[in-house]
């Protein structure tokens, strides 16, 4: 039965329908052809912004999923020869690092001990830091400034006076340059540097000091099936270490203490698509003051915490019936969120990615590499592309390159 499926659907692909094929068959047919055609005219898009042809672009995801991949692996894998699929590599080959030769330089405001982020204080960080960091990022890429295609910014969300000292460096170097300007969404930024690591169409869960959501692609824009209620699972976590005397970001600390397996209970609180933690610290919290053991309490925020994301992250996934999970944000670099996703994503059958911790915390490349994308894909700079929006949401941002 397998066989004959796969062979009817390479006869409708090449829209050969023979005469034994009932109606049924041939509308089954038609559907998996015209699914083909636009899976393969997304794939081509993806690759476009690359600057590779689509048969590059699978061989380099057929190489990425497959552990020890042979030439042979790797043509079986794409469905071609074992001639074609060397040839395609050693193109890649030749190409090298090219494709992904950035400069990521990074400066990180870190507050006082046992104080959070002033915005004030991180805007007067930047001030300072920049200058510096456009110099470095341009002497690594070795390239001048009037050699760029684009300067690109954080339009928002984030901490208003942060996002303005960011999009005035960008006014400043891509007016003095005549250089495009493009301001960007952050959270969807996150989205499309996790598609590179080799998702087309995911649900992203991502995870932050200032942003809790789900998220998907639907009709024109990156859809928010589900968020927090009140505060970022991030926030939650550095609130509980500045009160548990760790220093900032607490998340990181956290984690290194956590202790288990005995689970101390927590609210859980999951509502429908959506979640929320203050309960969860506040509860915490009384549990510390009542001297109960850190790496203890530790375990138990950490588990209920990932458990209800996961659990948000499984319900977008059987609603909106896509096949890929993709994590971002500052808490997507936690060894145990990931676990916990990879394992909930092989229980349901579905691909699990999730980017380098350096391109899951806010970095410059994310969103150089939205503004690349973006301007490859057609957009057109608008006029409030000039301006910042810290309630800039992700689904506000319409996504004119898919």
């Known amino acids: 039965m397998r066989r004959r499926a796969r062979c009817l659907t390479r006869l409708y692909g090449r829209w050969a329908i023979t005469e034994r094929l009932t109606d049924c068959e041939r509308t089954i047919g038609l559907r998996i052809s015209l699914a083909?055609?636009?899976?393969?005219?997304?794939?081509?898009?993806?690759?476009?912004?690359?600057?590779?042809?689509?048969?590059?672009?699978?061989?380099?995801?057929?190489?990425?999923?497959?552990?020890?991949?042979?030439?042979?692996?790797?043509?079986?894998a794409m469905d071609v020869g074992d001639v074609t699929a060397s040839r395609l590599v050693d193109r890649l080959v030749e190409k090298g690092a090219s494709l992904y030769e950035l400069a990521d330089r990074k400066a990180v405001f870190t507050p006082p001990e046992g104080s959070g982020i002033h915005p004030r204080e991180a805007a007067q960080h930047h001030v300072a830091a920049l200058p510096g960091l456009v110099s470095d990022a341009l002497a690594d890429a070795q390239l001048a400034p009037d050699e760029l295609?684009?300067?690109?910014?954080?339009?928002?969300?984030?901490?208003?006076?942060?996002?303005?000292?960011?999009?005035?460096?960008?006014?400043?170097?891509?007016?003095?340059?005549?250089?495009?300007?493009?301001?960007?969404?952050?959270?969807?930024?996150?989205?499309?540097?996790g598609l590179l690591e080799g998702a087309t169409d995911p649900v992203l869960l991502y995870l932050s000091g200032g942003n809790t959501q789900v998220i998907g692609y639907a009709h024109g824009r990156y859809r928010v099936f589900g968020e927090t209620l009140d505060i970022g699972i991030g926030n939650m976590l550095d609130k509980f270490g500045r009160e548990a005397g760790l220093e900032f970001p607490g998340g990181p600390k956290l984690e290194a203490l956590a202790e288990g397996p005995e689970l101390e209970p927590l609210p859980y609180s999951v509502k429908g698509m959506d979640m929320a933690f203050s309960g969860?610290?506040?509860?915490?919290?009384?549990?510390?003051?009542?001297?109960?053991?850190?790496?203890?309490?530790?375990?138990?925020?950490?588990?209920?915490?990932?458990?209800?994301?996961?659990?948000?992250?499984?319900?977008?996934?059987?609603?909106?019936?896509?096949?890929?999970?993709?994590?971002?944000?500052?808490?997507?670099?936690?060894?145990?969120?990931?676990?916990?996703?990879?394992?909930?994503?092989?229980?349901?059958?579905?691909?699990?990615f999730a980017p380098s911790k350096a391109l899951c915390v806010d970095n410059g490349v994310m969103i150089a590499w939205l503004g690349h994308v973006m301007q490859a894909g057609g957009y057109e700079t608008q006029p409030q592309d000039d301006r910042v929006d810290q309630r800039f949401r992700t689904d506000m941002a319409e996504v004119t390159w898919r």
Request: hydrophobic fraction near 45%.
């Open 36 to 76: 083909a055609r636009l899976q393969r005219k997304r794939f081509d898009m993806r690759a476009r912004t690359m600057g590779m042809t689509l048969a590059q672009w699978r061989a380099i995801h057929a190489v990425s999923r497959a552990e020890g991949a042979t030439q042979r692996s790797i043509a079986e």
């Open 149 to 193: 295609a684009l300067v690109a910014y954080a339009r928002g969300p984030g901490l208003g006076p942060c996002l303005r000292t960011g999009a005035t460096a960008a006014r400043a170097l891509a007016h003095t340059h005549g250089l495009p300007l493009l301001g960007v969404n952050h959270c969807v930024a996150h989205l499309e540097i």
């Open 280 to 352: 969860l610290l506040t509860a915490a919290l009384r549990k510390l003051a009542d001297g109960m053991e850190l790496p203890r309490l530790a375990y138990a925020i950490q588990e209920t915490a990932f458990a209800m994301a996961c659990e948000v992250a499984e319900r977008a996934l059987a609603h909106t019936g896509k096949t890929e999970l993709v994590l971002g944000g500052g808490v997507a670099c936690n060894a145990r969120l990931r676990e916990m996703a990879r394992t909930m994503a092989r229980e349901r059958d579905v691909a699990c």
